[in-house]
C-alpha cells in the first residue's frame, strides 16, 4: 500500500521575525499560525500522509518551511544550502530526518537553493533561479540528478520570492500560475489554470494524491480551480502568509519505504507532480 510520509516542523516562537523580501513586516500571532499548522497537518493527515513533526527553537524563526530545506524524490532526497544566511540553522535537523528514508546529497558552496525553487513534473525537474537560488546550484542538482533519469530546467523568477510563488501542480497535466511572475513558454507541454489577477498570491497549492490543499484567502481562483475539477480542501493560511510563505513551505512529503530495509531505491518512475 501507498503510505505517504510527510515531515513538518514547529512554528517557532520567534516566527515573527522572519526573513522578508517581498512583503512589510506585520505582526504575526503565533498562538494562532500553531493553530492554522495543525489543521494543516490535518488536512495532509486527510489526504493520506503521515506526519512526522520536527521541533523548532528561537533560533529559526522560519523553521515552519521545510520545503526549503530538503527536496525529496523517490530515489534520493536533496538538502539545500539555503539562499538566506540565517535559514541554515534549520538543515542539519531535516538532514538528520530525512536519512532514515532516503539516500542524502548536499548543495555545497558556491552553489545556494531554496527547495520553494523545485517544481517536480514526473522526470521534469523545473528550478527557478530566484533571489535565493544560483546557477551552480541548479548545475549540482543537474549532477546528482542525471543519473536518475531527470532533466533540471533553470526558469528565471521574477517579482516573487520562489517559482513555486509563481507556479505549481494541481494534476499530472496541470499548472496553476501567475503569468506575471513566470512566462508560461518556459513550461512546455501542460495545461494552465491562471490565478485571478485580483489574486496575485493564488498560485501556490499543495496537491496531495487526488486532493489540493489551498489557502481560503484566493477566493476567486479557487473558483477556477473547481471549475477545472480540482478537489480543493481549504484551509487558513493567513499567518504563514504574513511570513512570505504558503501551502507547499509548510512539508516535505514522499512515500515511505515499504522494503523496511533502510533507504527508499525503488527504482521506479517519479509518480508526482509536485
Ligand atoms: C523566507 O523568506 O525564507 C520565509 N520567510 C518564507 C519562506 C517561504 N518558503 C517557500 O515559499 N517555499
Not at 57 to 85: C, H, K, Q, Y
Request: a negative charge.
Amino acid at each position: 500500500m501507498r503510505v505517504l510520509v510527510a515531515l513538518t516542523r514547529d512554528i517557532s516562537p520567534s516566527m515573527a521575525s522572519c526573513e522578508l523580501t517581498h512583503l512589510a513586516r506585520v505582526p504575526i500571532d503565533v498562538e494562532r499560525a500553531r493553530a492554522q499548522h495543525r489543521e494543516y497537518e490535518q488536512a495532509l493527515t486527510e489526504a493520506g500522509c503521515r506526519i512526522e513533526r520536527l521541533a523548532s527553537g528561537l533560533d529559526m524563526p522560519d523553521s515552519v518551511f521545510v520545503e526549503d530545506i530538503a527536496i525529496a524524490f523517490d530515489e534520493l532526497a536533496i538538502v539545500t544550502r539555503p539562499g538566506a544566511e540565517p535559514r541554515r540553522v534549520e538543515v542539519p535537523a531535516l538532514a538528520q530526518a530525512l536519512e532514515r528514508h532516503r539516500p542524502l546529497r548536499f548543495i555545497v558552496p558556491p552553489g545556494t537553493l531554496d527547495g520553494g525553487d523545485v517544481l517536480i513534473a514526473g522526470r521534469r525537474v523545473f528550478v527557478g533561479l530566484s533571489t535565493r537560488t544560483n546557477a551552480d546550484a541548479v548545475a549540482q542538482m543537474r549532477q546528482m540528478l542525471a543519473p536518475h533519469g531527470y532533466t533540471v530546467c533553470a526558469v528565471t523568477v521574477r517579482g516573487c520570492l520562489h517559482l513555486k510563488s509563481a507556479v505549481t501542480a494541481v494534476a499530472d497535466d496541470t499548472l496553476l500560475v501567475n503569468p506575471q511572475w513566470i512566462g508560461k513558454d518556459v513550461l512546455s507541454g501542460f495545461r494552465f489554470v491562471e490565478v485571478d489577477p485580483a489574486e496575485p498570491m493564488a498560485a501556490n497549492a499543495l496537491r496531495v494524491g487526488d486532493l489540493v490543499i489551498y489557502p481560503d484567502a484566493c477566493p476567486r481562483t479557487a473558483e477556477r480551480l473547481a471549475r477545472h475539477g480540482s478537489t480543493l480542501r481549504l484551509v487558513d493560511a493567513s499567518e504563514v502568509a504574513k511570513a512570505e510563505g504558503a501551502v507547499t513551505c509548510c512539508s516535505v512529503i514522499f512515500e515511505a519505504n515499504t522494503d523496511h530495509g533502510g533507504h527508499g531505491g525503488r527504482g521506479g518512475t517519479n509518480s508526482r507532480t509536485v
